[in-house]
């Protein structure tokens, strides 16, 4: 695997292996990820993946950046060799989306602009995989990528607050907002599933690498998974892409 090497600062180096946003580049961001997981390098406090780099914060106590540079060459010169342990990147996620209505007030004006109707675009986002570029902005946040075709323009006016769960699309690209905040993009559902829950032991629902999958769902079958949800019962369905459910 080649990459550049980028010094950020005095305690962290951003590798770079793609300079555009698509998931042939995510995935190998999501490979040297998990293989440097796996590596073990002493010093390594944290990695951060983002859309084409994976940033490596470390202990210049411990390990020097030059020989951290020269460990890290060594992991990617073995990336197409051997597996980095158990990988996230062919793992699937279901989640369920009531679109429209008054959790998606914005889906008129999506089918508008693309010319097509509201089912359509329903239909178009829940039949495509979304895979999840890496987290940020908020907590749990995915920047999910796709190649559904729905790219839309960024609102002249931000709207100040959109609730925790809404789904909003933009650049060939879907967010589900774990907190309530405010966007800039276009609102078209929302999910019952708290993607982020600050009780649970692993408070994030998505990570990096992981594909998902929306499915709608009526206003009945919200409320009720809405209700499981809250409970702590409603598990959504995590399966290998490549073997189906």
């Not at 951003?14 to 300079?19: A, D, P, R, T, Y």
């Not at 008054?102 to 602009?113: K, L, R």
């Not at 905040?181 to 649970?200: A, L, R």
Request: aromatic share 10%; hydrophobic share 35%.
């Amino acid at each position: 695997m080649d990459g550049t090497f980028l010094t950020a600062g005095d305690t962290a180096v951003s590798v770079e292996v793609g300079n555009d946003i698509s998931i042939p580049t995510s995935q190998k961001v999501s490979l040297l990820f998990r293989m440097l997981q796996a590596a073990g390098i002493d010093g390594i406090v944290e990695l951060l993946p983002a859309y084409c780099s994976v940033t490596i914060q470390y202990d210049p106590s411990i390990i020097h950046h030059d020989d951290l540079v020269q460990k890290v060459k060594g992991v990617m010169d073995s990336a197409s060799t051997r597996e980095a342990g158990p990988s996230v990147s062919e793992m699937m996620c279901d989640i369920p989306v009531l679109y429209g209505g008054e959790y998606g007030y914005d889906i008129q004006e999506v089918a508008d602009y693309h010319k097509k109707t509201v089912q359509d675009i329903i239909d178009i986002h829940s039949s495509h995989e979304n895979y999840t570029y890496m987290l940020g902005f908020a907590p749990g946040m995915g920047y999910l990528g796709s190649q559904n075709g729905l790219r839309m323009p960024r609102r002249k006016s931000p709207r100040l607050s959109v609730e925790e769960g809404s789904i909003i699309i933009w650049e060939n690209q879907s967010i589900i907002f774990p907190i309530t905040g405010p966007t800039g993009w276009n609102v078209i559902g929302k999910t019952p599933v708290k993607i982020f829950d600050i009780s649970k032991k692993q408070p994030f629902l998505l990570s990096a690498g992981l594909w998902i999958k929306f499915f709608p769902v009526n206003e009945e079958e919200y409320r009720e998974i809405a209700k499981q949800s809250a409970e702590g019962k409603y598990l959504c369905r995590f399966y290998d892409r490549r073997a189906g459910k």
